[in-house]
């Protein structure tokens, strides 16, 4: 059994004040074969920076940054891990170095799927641990703070996305990820378990 360990480093919010809104996504340290990966670093420095400090990460120890997607809200904290390799959709990036990654981080088991509707190149994270199997989704799931966060199948599937480029391809990544993991951490919002809330995986297709 894999011995990789998932933690939330920063709690995403996403909430308004008149015209302006604030918006930083659930922030996730992934651990697996020695190397420490962030999954979607967010835009709140100072929490971030706290929130590796409370850990004793140095910004040196992180070895990769994954994001889910190209909105700014998840990727702005990129630029305080200089020397990290980054992990989009398809490609890893060193510098001015660019690759085709295979579909995982590093030499973990850590595997990176397609999960568009969101954004066109949106892709979200599986990573096996002792708990279960735990997908990263980023914004294929995600709630402003004022919503009720509603996660039986029904709901799930049918969830508004206000910023979605495509829905229909959206509802298919949202059944994808119920099918394949245990627990989902969404972009903003609380961790959920379908076990908890009774999701009928045998219909999703």
């Known amino acids: 059994m894999s011995t990789a360990t998932v933690k939330i480093l920063v709690d995403g919010y996403t909430n308004h004040e008149g015209e302006v809104i604030y918006a930083t996504p659930n922030t996730v340290l992934i651990e697996d074969n020695g190397k420490k990966i962030i999954a979607d670093p967010g835009a709140n420095r100072k929490q971030l920076i706290k929130a590796l400090e409370k850990e004793k990460i140095k910004i040196k120890d992180i070895d990769a940054i994954f994001i889910t997607h190209l909105h700014m809200d998840h990727i702005l904290n990129i630029q305080l891990f200089p020397d990290a390799l980054i992990f989009d959709i398809d490609q890893v990036f060193n510098n001015d170095k660019i690759k085709q990654h295979g579909g995982y981080i590093l030499n973990t088991s850590i595997e990176i799927i397609p999960t568009p509707g969101h954004d066109h190149n949106h892709a979200s994270l599986l990573v096996e641990t002792k708990k279960g199997k735990i997908a990263i989704a980023g914004d294929v ?33 949202r059944k994808k990820l119920i099918r394949l993991s245990d627990y989902i951490i969404p972009g903003h919002g609380k961790t959920f378990s379908s076990k908890d809330f009774k999701i009928d995986k045998s219909v999703l297709s």
């Open 141 to 173: 799931f995600w709630w402003e703070d004022e919503e009720k966060q509603e996660t039986d199948q029904k709901k799930l599937l049918e969830h508004k996305d206000c910023y979605a480029e495509n829905e229909t391809i959206l509802c298919k990544s």
